[in-house]
Every structure is written in C-alpha cells, then in structure tokens.
C-alpha cells in the first residue's frame, strides 16, 4: 500500500521568512495530493491540493509543487507569518477519497 | 464545502465501556471516512463507512472494535466498543464535497476521547 514521508517533522522559521515542507510518496498510481493545516486543538482544514496532471499549483502565499518521477511534492510559503504557526500533513491517494497521511510537520513562526 | 457536524466533541469513558460517535453533514455526500489520530500524532484511516452496506475497514482495525453504521447519505456513526486506554484518541469523520466522485475531504471537528 501506498506510504507517504514527511520532512522536516519540526521547522522553525522567522516571520517573512519562506518555509518548505517535502513529501515523498511509495504508490506510482497516486494522483492526488492534498495538504492540511491542523491548529493545535482543531481540525485539519484543507490549505491546497494538487493532482498529478499539475506540477505546481499556487494560492497567495501558498504553493504546491509535484515530481511525479521522483514521486515527491512540496509545500512552500513564502512571507511566513505567526499564524501559520501550525502542524502541516500532506497526503497521497490513488483516488480522491482515500488519504494516507505524513507525519506531520510542526511548523513555528517567530515574530 | 459541507458543513460537518460530530458529537460527542469529548468524552470520558471507563476501560471496558462502548461509545458511539456520530457524524451529521448538511447536505448529501458520497465518501464518508472515519480516521483515528494519536495523542501528537498524523491521521490513520480506520474504515470506509459505505451507505447501504458494510463498512470497508483497513488493516489493523476490525468491526467487532470499531463498528461503523451509515443508513443514509449524511449521517454516519462509528462505536468504539470495548474500550481500553490505547484508544484514547481523536476520531475524526471525514467527507467529501458532495456526491461528486473526486471532490476534496473536509473533516469533522472530532471527538476527543479519553479512556481511564
């Protein structure tokens, strides 16, 4: 089945500063990759997707970038800012529906 | 996106004990997912809850600990029956937009579940 990797597990960054957070993924068959953000004590709420007929994707601050070659994807924010102080997961499945999640970054902006 | 309601949002319960989570959407959805997220840890999918049928759980998970019901295309439950403190978790139900076969998975607020 499918596995996903996540680096870094912690990030700690200065505000204005560009965070990058990679995934790599075991299943050649995967075409969707979504990324969430989970606040501590909240839900993970859906920042941005790609699917595997994209190799980038961007949304303001927030961009996604995919190698299907390499079978990795990356999140990059740039203008970082403390409320983007949070644990990213990215996730892989073959289908929509069912994700395999990474393990998680915990990313820290300091003012 | 549809609007996720699930209840209990925390709960207490004894070792031995049996709860049962309930997920509400406001509207109709195909794909419903339960997921288990360890204290500090990422999300692992338990099952596929499947309206009209028996749910679709993944390895490590089986039906006697973690049955799911799903009558219809908005509500589903899953019980955690026999419970032990290592199924302290968050249990999380997971949907997607709307009866459209690829739309994104939005997520409950969860259920924060504490065994003693």
């Known amino acids: 089945g499918e596995n996903v990797e996540q680096h870094p597990s912690t990030l700690s960054v200065q505000e204005g500063d560009s965070a990058v957070i990679k995934c790599t993924y075991s299943?050649?068959?995967?075409?969707?990759f979504p990324w969430y953000k989970q606040e501590l004590g909240k839900r993970p709420q859906l920042i941005i997707d790609i699917r595997s007929n994209v190799g980038e994707k961007k949304d303001q601050r927030i961009a996604v970038t995919l190698n299907k070659t390499a079978k990795h994807f990356s999140l990059h924010i740039t203008e970082t800012q403390p409320e983007d102080s949070a644990v990213y997961f990215c996730a892989a499945s073959r289908s929509f529906q069912k994700l395999v999640f990474g393990t998680g970054t915990r990313l820290l902006v300091s003012p | 996106s549809a609007v996720i309601s699930q209840k209990p949002s925390r709960d207490i319960c004894q070792r031995g004990t049996s709860l049962t989570i309930q997920c509400q959407v406001d509207s109709q959805v195909t794909m419903m997912f339960w997921y288990r997220q360890q204290p500090g840890q990422s999300l692992t999918l338990i099952a596929t809850?499947?309206?009209?049928?028996?749910?679709?759980?993944e390895s490590g998970f089986v039906i006697d600990k973690f049955p799911i019901s799903r009558p219809n295309l908005t509500f589903s439950t899953l019980t955690v029956s026999n419970m032990s403190p290592e199924d302290s978790s968050i249990y999380l139900c997971?949907?997607?937009?709307?009866?459209?076969?690829?739309?994104?998975?939005?997520f409950g607020n969860g259920t924060r579940l504490t065994v003693t």
């Open positions: 809850a499947n309206q009209g049928s028996e749910a679709t759980y």
């Open positions: 299943d050649s068959a995967s075409n969707y």
């Open positions: 997971s949907v997607g937009d709307s009866t459209e076969p690829n739309s994104p998975l939005h």
